[in-house]
């Protein structure tokens, strides 16, 4: 018989998990820790749930998760307390690490997650969700504990899009997938044209892997994730998990172009770094969009950051805080 291709070999549906005390054996047997974390900014109205639901689930009711850990980008709102009140340990990205000069970002939450988790085995979730459940957690970690080769985790899933409170189609959510990552995947690397969704915000990592990364501060941060544990570590590596069905709040088409530019830069300074391409991004440059105002088009530029935080093992801080001494492909 042939041989299976990645998607078949390495595509899960979260009901292959769903015997979570199975996965607690294993992960005792191993001598395992697995945490949980939310980057967060301003979402208290959808934080609660998901921590609730983890918490009674698979830390309470069956010991899978050991911490849950919410790491904040600067909330206006009552996330913190919200998360605190339900029992998360809570941090805001700008208290940890303080030496360093302050980032704000998403990427810049989940590097610095890194230097206060415990965990063998990180799992990030965004914290926007309005249907959690706990296949959202345990269907990522399955593969990490089933299959030995398995390091890196992807969920995928159907994706709702509202056009309006009373307009909801049943697909037509990642559009900067389909229209802008996909394309350049299967252009430059059609191994990872395989991967569901790409930007998806859950996943999950043994510690040693994403400690040797770097991480970009914003939009590029899961691209350029992918694109490295690929490069460093192959296929192989990689699983990706089926959730069914996320329900979350949908962006603007504006607000995709601008996580699309961000991408794009991340992108092409990968294929920079990896020889692929030679050219040259001037980092001074701006997303230009146009916006309708009062009956006229007004012109606006953001700049859109694409600074690299360096692989946390690189960071003495951390090694002396972990017990780890820096690899030699850090």
Not at 129 to 140: A, S, T, V
Not at 222 to 237: H, V
Not at 300 to 313: D, L, Q
């Amino acid at each position: 018989m042939p041989e299976k291709s990645w998607f078949e070999g390495n595509t899960y549906h979260h009901s292959t998990f769903k015997d979570v005390a199975e996965l607690v054996k294993k992960k005792e047997d191993r001598g395992l820790r697995i945490s949980l974390c939310f980057p967060t900014l301003n979402e208290e109205s959808t934080i609660g749930k998901e921590i609730v639901i983890a918490r009674s689930e698979l830390q309470l009711r069956n010991h899978l998760v050991d911490e849950i850990v919410v790491i904040d980008s600067g909330s206006r709102d009552r996330t913190l307390e919200v998360a605190r009140s339900f029992g998360a340990t809570t941090y805001t990205a700008e208290e940890l690490l303080p030496d360093l000069p302050p980032c704000k970002g998403k990427g810049e939450n989940l590097w610095k997650a890194l230097y206060v988790l415990t965990g063998d085995i990180i799992v990030y979730m965004d914290a926007d969700i309005k249907n959690i459940h706990p296949r959202f957690i345990y269907g990522l970690i399955g593969p990490l504990l089933l299959r030995e080769e398995v390091r890196y985790v992807k969920a995928f899933y159907q994706r709702p899009i509202a056009l309006d409170p009373r307009n909801v189609l049943p697909a037509g959510g990642g559009r900067v997938t389909e229209l802008v990552v996909r394309p350049l995947f299967s252009l430059f690397f059609p191994d990872l044209a395989q991967v569901m969704q790409p930007l998806s915000g859950e996943y999950a990592a043994y510690r040693e892997i994403l400690e040797v990364l770097p991480f970009p501060i914003g939009y590029g941060v899961e691209t350029s994730m992918l694109i490295d544990i690929y490069k460093r570590f192959g296929m192989e590596a990689i699983a990706q998990v089926d959730l069914d069905k996320r329900i979350h709040r949908n962006q603007s088409t504006t607000a995709l172009g601008r996580m699309s530019f961000g991408i794009v830069k991340t992108f092409f300074r990968k294929l920079s770094e990896y020889g692929i391409s030679s050219i040259e991004l001037d980092e001074t440059r701006q997303m230009i969009q146009y916006v309708l105002e009062d009956g006229g088009y007004d012109r606006k530029s953001f700049p859109i950051e694409i600074f690299e935080r360096p692989p946390i093992i690189s960071i003495p801080a951390y090694r002396d805080r972990a017990g780890r001494r820096e690899g030699i492909d850090a």
